[in-house]
């Protein structure tokens, strides 16, 4: 945190825990995954189809299936109402490398649109 306020990263961690909230699908998925906001990470634990925790990356020794690390401005882009073409989807953002998706990718290819929706969830206009 600096005087002038929380990192950027921060904020973009607030928005998506908020949404993610609420976020339940029926879907028997279960995996941990490392989400990161520029600099800011958190494990988010996926339980049977929702976000059963999400815990502060900056506690030590956590373990995660699967990482999305993206840029402060590549979550800008994809959170928005209607993002333009290549900012739309995890994947793209992935081959724009502004995204990087990196560890066991079994569980996440496994409930691809589940994921996505839920790293969506945060959107603008998003319900």
Known sequence: MTSSGPARGDT???RFREASASFCRPRACSADL??????VAAIVRVRD????QIV???VPLQSWDFAVKG???GWDQFWQKFPP??????LA?????EFSI???LHPLMSHLQFYKDLLACARDGAT
């Open 49 to 52: 189809g929702r976000v059963a």
């Open 102 to 104: 990196e560890g066991n």
């Open 71 to 73: 840029s402060e401005n």
């Open 93 to 97: 953002l992935n081959k724009r490398r």
């Open 85 to 90: 073409a290549g900012w739309h989807d995890i």
């Open 56 to 58: 502060d990356q900056r």
């Open 34 to 39: 490392l989400l990161q906001f520029g600099d």
């Open 12 to 14: 973009l961690l607030a």
